[in-house]
């Protein structure tokens, strides 16, 4: 039994999904590679197709072979499919994950394209060898096959998105469409509980991140045998960013929306969330990214044509852009929110990189600058205090000065006071004699 023998997937994650929405009901569709008949019974049953199988497992073959209208049991590559359906003009061709296990896949599918009508179609599903995971085992020293998935161990061809155009061109044919799935970095079979390798470097994660096929698990691609314009139709890289929504109780991870966070350039994504229901809301917590720093150049809240205004964020404003260093930066707005009008937020920021450091050293060196500007006033401001202290100085010599005069003059001072007792008390003692003198007179002159 083949490896790949899954229930029919419908959605547009899978690859047999994208291809069966391909399909036009009543067509006449050549399977290669039909395992045990997932879609072949999905395309006869649902879209009344007639299908042909070629199948090499061989109980894989009976099973499929209840709902198809004729098949081969053998090898693809022995060609004898060629030959039996030689007489059948197919409106689709269909290579679901088979053309990687093939030695030969150009000259499968040069056979093949004689049985195609003008206006078919063929398509295929291939494993994206440059998918980041691949790359990470590579940078690590490894490459680990395994029993499905990107490096299937029965893989023999490999093929990234600049290859897919050549492969076609080179077979005469011409790509319509190129499709994709997705699996995020460190989430496909290459990551397993035996094989895990730390990511650490955060810058790496986000260059990874931002390759464009970076997380494209399988192409699909239409091929026609005219020249047609290509349509490509895989996603631009993204990010998750997160909406906690506050009804009274804190933020937590019950009421919480995970947002896509799109690329649009170099280190650079941007989010347009809409939050229809608001009732009873009292708070907004947006987070741009998970376990990293990131500056986030452009965010605003609006409702009813009202900007609401940040209550807080844990990192740093300046010239309008928040710089976070916090490996889990937050924006929270729990201001002016009213209970009716759905709340929008927009914003574009930076993940750690290049771009990342660039606005970081910017900071640095306007911090650089506000640092000499003020170790110039400190020096300025230092020489004025030197000149202060010196006038000080000066001031305090003076005084000291004028404090020996004042002694100085206080002796003096104290020698007059002196002086002028003397002369009192002589001019007394003077007084006293005269007065004496003229009382003997006066007595004389009695006496007389």
């Known amino acids: 039994m083949s490896n790949?023998?899954?229930?029919?997937?419908?959605?547009?994650?899978?690859?047999?999904?994208?291809?069966?929405?391909?399909?036009?009901?009543?067509?006449i569709v050549l399977e290669f590679g039909c395992a045990s008949g997932r879609?072949?019974?999905?395309?006869?049953?649902?879209?009344q197709c007639d299908v042909y199988i070629v199948e090499y497992n061989v109980d894989d073959y009976n099973q499929a072979i209840e709902y198809a209208k004729d098949g081969v049991c053998g090898d693809i590559q022995s060609f004898e499919w060629l030959e039996k359906f030689a007489d059948i003009e197919f409106d689709y061709i269909i290579f679901a994950d088979v053309l990687?296990?093939?030695?030969?896949?150009?000259?499968?599918?040069?056979?093949?394209?004689?049985?195609l009508k003008e206006d078919g179609e063929i398509i295929l599903s291939i494993p994206n060898v440059t998918h980041n995971d691949v790359i990470v085992k590579a940078i690590d020293e490894r490459i680990d096959y395994t029993k499905v998935g990107l490096l299937d161990e029965t893989h023999v061809h490999f093929w990234g998105k600049k290859n897919i155009e050549e492969f076609a061109r080179n077979n005469s044919l011409y790509v319509k469409n190129v499709e994709a799935t997705y699996a995020n970095t460190k989430k496909t079979e290459q990551f397993d509980s035996k094989r895990d390798i730390e990511l650490e470097n955060i810058f790496l994660y986000n260059l990874l991140k931002q390759r464009g096929t970076g997380e494209v698990y399988q192409f699909v691609v239409t091929l026609k045998k005219q020249e047609v314009s290509c349509c490509d139709s895989i996603k631009a890289p993204s990010l998750k960013s997160m909406v906690f929504l506050n009804y009274g109780n804190g933020f937590n991870e019950d009421d919480v929306l995970e947002v896509e966070a799109k690329w649009v350039k170099k280190d650079t994504y941007e989010?347009?969330?809409v939050i229809d229901d608001v009732k009873d809301v009292c708070g907004v917590r947006f987070d741009p990214v998970e376990n990293q720093a990131c500056v986030v150049k452009h965010v605003e809240f609006r409702q009813n044509n009202m900007?609401?205004?940040?209550?807080?964020?844990?990192?740093?404003l300046e010239c309008g852009e928040i710089l976070f260093t916090d490996y889990d930066p937050k924006i929270v707005v729990d201001k002016g929110i009213q209970n009716e009008g759905p709340i929008i937020l927009s914003a574009q920021f930076i993940v750690m990189g290049e771009e990342y450091l660039s606005a970081f050293l910017r900071r640095t060196y306007r911090l650089d600058g506000l640092l000499e500007q003020t170790q110039g006033q400190l020096e300025q401001t230092q020489g004025q205090l030197e000149q202060t202290q010196n006038i000080l100085a000066a001031v305090g010599d003076r005084c000291q000065k004028l404090q020996v005069l004042v002694c100085q003059k206080d002796d003096r001072l104290?020698?007059?006071?002196?002086?002028?007792?003397?002369?009192?008390?002589?001019?007394?003692?003077?007084?006293?004699?005269m007065v004496v003198r003229v009382l003997k007179k006066f007595r004389v002159l009695r006496d007389k």
Do not use: W
């Open 4 to 27: 790949y023998n899954f229930e029919m997937d419908y959605s547009e994650e899978s690859s047999v999904g994208i291809i069966f929405k391909k399909i036009k009901p009543h067509s």
């Open 39 to 47: 879609m072949t019974k999905a395309m006869q049953t649902k879209l």
């Open 100 to 115: 990687e296990h093939l030695t030969l896949p150009g000259k499968v599918l040069q056979m093949s394209k004689q049985l």
């Open 271 to 273: 989010i347009n969330c």
């Open 307 to 316: 900007v609401l205004p940040l209550s807080e964020y844990n990192g740093v």
């Open 414 to 433: 104290i020698e007059y006071e002196k002086m002028i007792l003397n002369y009192e008390n002589l001019r007394v003692i003077r007084i006293r004699k």
